[in-house]
């Protein structure tokens, strides 16, 4: 079926069988345990929320279907799926060549806990460049760690170029696909191994969840995530998981409407004079358009700028929104606005930031689904403020 069917339908099939109430939405199953009629097996296949919860595999169905894969699993956040994954599938001593601009809460957890605490080695490349990915593998390494689009620059590595020489070294390639949502972008017909969310993004929508997914069709990985997943236990509750699943049931619409109104908003400030650079992936001057188009169906809701005026112009600009709320976070169908320098990025150091281009002076805009132009005339109206002192 096609991926709005399979996003609206799978996993939710009407149980009109004996005991079967038809309802078309999955039910919430709150149950922490479940009752069995003989001590030897769980009778109806569940005995305790953290092994197994029917809501929260309704919406593992649904997340394996979005992204084309054999199996999903939902996690509590995206960073304890991560967290999962290193646990399950590295030990210590082991190599991780990573993209240079990762998210910085991945950032974090590589080189504060699992390099610091635990001997896994990170080796951060910067992945725009294939060949240079395909080189630090060919140093010795268990696993890629990608993410396309990146936050905050919107910067692209191509995921089917690294993962064919990654394969042929029997490295793991691993995709962080919440910016671009399974809706955008499937790593996994490109090539790569797993495919990691936040669903607290695009997937869940709503800005009401914080969650995290793993998506994956060979067998072995799997189970040995699912047995790491329960041992360690960093499951998504069954309301959020139905949260997620009722997000994702409109991701197709909700991506759309996202895109065309970043779309608008990055020709705008393209053609204001007080704007030095947008990163957009859908705008023809972004370095990888090309790339772009080829790898994604669509570039997705989330853009950033430079501002002239430096930092005093990007808060005068960010403190003049009205419809556009300042806040951390992405994905949700309200604009947001933030400054990385002084919150999502501040844990980086400044000369890292700078080195790594989230200068002062740069914007990132979560562009939502309100109405076209009330978000424009929101955007000209700040960029107007920011302009006088
Ligand atoms: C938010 C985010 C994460 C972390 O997910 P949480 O749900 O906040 O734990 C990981 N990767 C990217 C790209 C993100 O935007």
């Known amino acids: 079926m096609g991926f709005e069917t399979d996003a609206v339908h799978l996993g939710e099939e009407p149980n009109l069988g004996a005991g079967g109430t038809g309802d078309v939405v999955a039910a919430i199953h709150l149950s922490s345990t479940f009752a069995r009629r003989n001590v030897g097996t769980p009778t109806a296949g569940y005995e305790y929320s953290r092994t197994g919860n029917p809501t929260r595999d309704a919406l593992e169905m649904k997340l394996a279907a979005i992204e084309g894969a054999k199996f999903g699993i939902a996690f509590s956040s995206g960073l304890a799926a991560e967290t999962s994954m290193v646990l399950a599938l590295l030990r210590s001593g082991d190599r991780i060549v990573a993209f240079d601009d990762l998210y910085g809460g991945t950032k974090r957890l590589l080189d504060r806990v699992f390099s610091a605490n635990f001997g896994i080695n990170v080796d951060y490349v910067d992945a725009t460049n294939p060949e240079r990915v395909l080189k630090a593998i060919g140093k010795g390494a268990r696993m890629v760690f990608l993410e396309t689009p990146t936050n905050p620059l919107l910067r692209l590595c191509d995921i089917g170029k690294i993962a064919m020489g990654a394969r042929d070294m029997g490295v793991l390639v691993v995709v962080d696909n919440t910016f671009a949502s399974p809706y955008f972008q499937r790593p996994l017909e490109l090539g790569a191994d797993i495919v990691i969310h936040s669903t607290t993004k695009y997937i869940n929508g709503h800005s009401d969840s914080v969650g995290g997914a793993m998506m994956l069709s060979d067998r072995g990985i799997y189970d040995k995530l699912k047995f790491v997943q329960n041992a360690a236990g960093a499951v998504l509750s069954p309301f959020d998981s139905f949260l997620v699943m009722r997000g994702i049931k409109t991701l197709a619409v909700r991506m759309k409407e996202h895109e065309r109104n970043a779309m608008a908003v990055a020709k705008l400030l393209e053609s204001h004079k007080s704007v030095t650079a947008v990163h957009y992936p859908g705008l023809e001057s972004h370095p990888q358009h090309t790339l772009a188009k080829r790898q994604m169906n669509g570039y997705g809701g989330t853009l950033s ?61 979560s562009v939502g689904i309100e109405t076209k132009d009330d978000l424009l005339a929101d955007v000209e109206g700040a960029l107007a403020a920011a302009g006088r002192r």
Request: hydrophobic share 45%; no cysteine; glycine share 10%.
């Open 305 to 365: 700028f430079d501002i002239n005026g430096g930092r005093g112009a990007a808060i005068r600009f960010l403190e003049a929104l009205r419809t556009f709320s300042i806040a951390e976070s992405l994905g949700g169908v309200e604009s947001l606005a933030e400054h990385p320098a002084s919150m999502t990025h501040a844990s980086v150091p400044k000369a890292v930031r700078e080195q790594i281009g989230i200068t002062d002076s740069l914007v990132r805009l």
